[in-house]
């Protein structure tokens, strides 16, 4: 009886409001633990976090400029992404403003969203096994709005092919083959290594480029890196 | 008063309603800060991107800053520490994100995943973010509607010492 009236009355001043404010100064206390718990966040999350990983393609890797360039640009990309597209133009402008000091390395980065992607990036190495890579790699993107229409790519695919002057019968027994899934699959797992999540993804060297980046953000980027080379 | 409406009041006035709004939104805040900061900044960047609402230049400062916001906010709610001031915090996330969405769906913008959990998988289109907001904004109103948050690290710091009449005021 005793503990239930005792119970009864310690919930009598549970329910009594707000906790007492605090007298002699005893109202620190949650802001000390508050700035405690924040210091432990704070900390375990600086220490949790991964250093960044850094950016290795492999030398076969298509790219664009000279091979022994100071900056290497790194570009991870989707055929079917109309974002790719789009910054196409910019690539090319950076590339023409650093002509012996800029190499563009292109990275398959096919998003699982993108029903035709891996297809494109596929048929876009059997064309690099003929030196075609990035004649392919602009006619896919000219042409992107048509062949993700259809339902079925191959035909246009070969179309290109032809039309870039391809050996016809290599091309389609690379195709067959399937032996550039495996290329394929590198790129994507070093996309997936550095926590790749959409395309494209552009690096200056090792520095990320931001999303929506214009031509002047990549040359200021650029003119860093020549600068920390030197 | 009706009968069910009376339901519902008691139902939603319950203690363990309001423990367990508390512990959902802090914890939603808390994750989505850790899984932020823990990832590439320019992940966040590319989402924060996707809204075109702020000039580039802001996207890299926010996308650096936010999950700190979201993190610490999230976990002092979660465990009920100055629990005034994260809530209020917490819902005025809430409301930026809310208006950050709706304002999408007003232009058309059509986004796939609207960001909010980093790469944590849940994947939420920018309506069903929307909607989901709008119901964790009502948990707030019923937090902030609550008197003395229970199960609070608030409420056990500031209790006395001692109920044995040491801290009652001495008579004049």
Known sequence: MGRASSRKHHHHEESAGPATPARGGRDWRPWLAAVVVIGVAIGLVLWLRPAPPKVVIPSANPFRGPAGAAIVMTEFSDFQCPSCRAVEPTLKEVLAAYPTQVKLVYVNFPLPMHQFAEKAAVAALCANEQGKFWDYHDRLFEHQTDWTAGADVRPLFDGYAGELGLDHARFDACLASGRMLALLRADIARGTALKIEGTPTLYVNERRVAVGATTADMKVMIDEALRAAS | ?172
Not at chain 2, 47 to 75: C, F, K, N, Q
Not at chain 2, 128 to 140: D, E
Request: glycine fraction near 8%; aromatic fraction near 6%.
């Open chain 2, 1 to 172: 008063m009706s009968a069910i409406r009376r339901c519902w009041l008691t139902l939603l006035s319950h203690p363990a309603i309001g423990v367990s709004a508390r512990l959902l939104l802090g914890g939603l805040f808390a994750v989505s800060g850790v899984i932020k900061l823990i990832e590439p900044p320019e992940n966040f960047m590319t989402a924060i991107h996707a809204y075109d609402l702020l000039p580039v230049w802001m996207e890299r400062p926010l996308a650096e800053s936010l999950p700190w916001v979201e993190m610490t906010s999230g976990l002092l709610l979660l465990l009920g520490l100055l629990t005034r001031i994260s809530l209020a915090v917490v819902a005025l996330q809430l409301l930026v994100f809310t208006a950050a969405l709706g304002s999408t769906l007003l232009r058309g913008i059509s986004l796939e995943d609207c960001g909010c959990f980093g790469s944590l998988g849940i994947k939420e289109s920018n309506a069903v973010a929307f909607v989901r907001n709008l119901v964790l904004l009502a948990l707030v109103v019923r937090l902030g509607l609550e008197r003395e948050p229970r199960w609070a690290l608030d409420r056990w710091l500031q209790r006395p010492p001692c109920d044995g009449g040491s801290t009652r005021a001495s008579p004049p």
